[in-house]
């Protein structure tokens, strides 16, 4: 079973940043889209940003479009999601995989919470 481990969230004011950080092996991230999802208390997780294999094209949710940023480092088997302009609506808890998800890909995710 794969391990993926989520890190960088935290508490943040409205319009500040967080970056995260997502890792797994190795044998994973060269040969598959990634992507940061989301989940919502009480509600499924959705996908919000994906980055094609070599890193050539990312999409976003339109909700996030323009204030976040997803980038992957296949060389440290890292996927990053760079977070500005934070409002309280992007209190959730991040995980990342690949797209479109495994089942058992998911680790335990980070939480990000945005609250003055």
């Known amino acids: 079973q794969e391990q993926w481990v989520e890190t960088g969230g935290g508490l943040v004011q409205p319009g500040g940043s967080l970056r995260l950080s997502c890792t797994a092996s190795?044998?994973?991230?060269?040969?598959?889209?990634l992507g940061w999802y989301r989940q919502f208390s009480g509600q499924e997780r959705a996908l919000v940003a994906s980055?094609?294999?070599?890193?050539?094209?990312?999409i976003y949710a339109d909700v996030v479009k323009g204030r976040f940023t997803i980038s992957r480092d296949d060389a440290k088997n890292t996927v990053y999601l760079q977070m500005n302009n934070l409002k309280s609506d992007d209190t959730a808890l991040y995980y990342c995989?690949?797209?479109?998800?495994?089942?058992?890909?998911w680790g335990q995710g980070t939480q990000v919470t945005v609250s003055s």
């Open positions: 995989n690949i797209v479109p998800e495994r089942s058992d890909y």
């Open positions: 190795g044998s994973i991230f060269g040969t598959n889209v």
């Open positions: 980055i094609s294999r070599g890193g050539g094209k990312a």
